[in-house]
């Protein structure tokens, strides 16, 4: 064996070369090293003739089907893969690094707010990052994040599940909401017991503001009769605005219905949390970082 100054061992050790020899050394051949490659056998055969040439040394020695390590080779071995384990940890920063500016973000919403003001927020720290919203029901966000089809979703009391991992950004409650002519909009608090007299504007069973509707007349011993029904939260500010009853919504659900008043119910008046949430395990560079985005950092513009 010839001796080789640090310079030339380094010139010798390439990383490709290091990665035939590891994947050799794993699997015991050179046409199992090369089928986990993914080359030829010829090019696994030639990257570890190259690096025994230019190391002066012999590192395999054929037994039957096998490849034998020399005990040199079997020193190196440690060393190698640990090179091959850092280049991947390389590869994969590098990766996150160009996710995180030009990639893409799933994200599910029951309302506007807080989900469009974290989403600002998420587009000034990342401009080149695309993101995709979906809008819809309380059901139908949970099952978006449950079965993959956004990265994390916006809303109120989302399930306490081992399958999603959780993060609080803020509270509010359900309110009813009329237009400023309507006899109630002065009231500063209102009962159940007075609602059911109203013509009430509901949403279909999906929603998380129903639910909390549903409860209270409930607990209030009340069963009300609506008098629409509206499968979207935008369909009740329509309706509301258009004079056609007295609707529901959560309290910082959406920035739009500044023309109409929201008043508290009585039974309806306990703060629930809103939540980010996403799938347990996933620690995609881009969803952590917005998983990581705080409600009260927002401006108040």
């Not at 040439?53 to 079997?74: E, H, I, W, Y």
């Not at 809303?155 to 306490?160: A, G, M, Q, T, W």
């Not at 500010?237 to 009853?245: C, F, P, R, Y």
């Not at 529901?248 to 009585?266: H, N, Y």
Request: proline letters at 5%.
């Amino acid at each position: 064996m010839k001796t080789l100054s640090p310079k030339e061992v380094l010139s010798a050790l390439t990383f490709s070369r290091l990665r035939a020899l590891n994947a050799v050394m794993e699997t015991g051949s050179f046409s199992a090293a090369a089928r986990r490659m993914t080359v030829s056998q010829a090019t696994v055969s030639q990257q570890i003739r190259d690096l025994e040439r230019a190391l002066g040394t012999v590192l395999f020695k054929r037994a039957a089907n096998d490849m034998v390590p020399s005990g040199l080779c079997q020193q190196i071995y440690p060393l190698s893969r640990e090179i091959e384990g850092g280049g991947s940890k390389i590869a994969e920063l590098l990766s996150q690094h160009q996710s995180m500016e030009v990639g893409e973000l799933r994200v599910g919403l029951g309302n506007p707010l807080p989900g469009m003001a974290l989403i600002r927020r998420f587009r000034d720290m990342f401009p080149g990052v695309e993101v995709k919203i979906e809008m819809g029901s309380w059901g139908r966000i949970v099952e978006a994040v449950g079965e993959g089809r956004v990265d994390v979703g916006v809303l109120p009391e989302p399930p306490e599940q081992a399958r999603f991992q959780r993060r609080k950004v803020q509270s509010q409650s359900v309110v009813a909401i009329v237009p400023p002519t309507h006899p109630l909009a002065s009231r500063t608090m209102i009962t159940c017991a007075e609602l059911v007299c109203e013509r009430l504007i509901f949403r279909t069973s999906g929603s998380s503001s129903q639910r909390v509707v549903d409860d209270a007349f409930r607990s209030a011993g009340i069963a009300p009769r609506a008098s629409i029904v509206m499968d979207t939260r935008d369909g009740v500010l329509d309706a509301v605005t258009q004079e056609l009853g007295v609707g529901f919504m959560w309290s910082k659900g959406t920035s739009r219905p500044a023309d109409l008043v929201q008043i508290p119910c009585q039974e309806m008046h306990r703060e629930r949390d809103d939540y980010l949430f996403s799938l347990s395990g996933m620690f995609a560079p881009l969803t952590t970082a917005f998983m990581a985005l705080d409600v009260s950092s927002q401006d108040s513009s």
